[in-house]
């Protein structure tokens, strides 16, 4: 699974933790890294464990999306 295949996905689906690294292109152990220290896309506990929500991860995409050509001075 890939960045590609989230548009295909229902937002309600729920993915475990390596398939939502997979489509946002970051290792598990930094996904995993990022929910610990609050970071990174909403979850979910689902009998204690960890799912990310298909439409969760693209909202975390579209807010960290940055304006490109801007220069910084």
């Given at each position: 699974m890939n960045i590609h295949d989230i548009g295909s996905l229902p937002d309600d689906s729920l993915l475990l933790d390596h398939e939502a690294?997979?489509?946002?292109?970051l290792s598990k152990?930094?996904?995993n890294s990022?929910?610990?220290a609050g970071k990174g896309p909403a979850y979910l506990k689902v009998g204690g464990r960890v799912?990310?929500?298909a439409g969760d991860l693209?909202?975390?995409?579209r807010s960290n999306l940055c304006a490109g050509g801007a220069s910084r001075q």
């Amino acid at each position: 699974m890939n960045i590609h295949d989230i548009g295909s996905l229902p937002d309600d689906s729920l993915l475990l933790d390596h398939e939502a690294a997979s489509i946002i292109r970051l290792s598990k152990s930094t996904l995993n890294s990022w929910r610990v220290a609050g970071k990174g896309p909403a979850y979910l506990k689902v009998g204690g464990r960890v799912r990310y929500r298909a439409g969760d991860l693209k909202a975390w995409l579209r807010s960290n999306l940055c304006a490109g050509g801007a220069s910084r001075q």
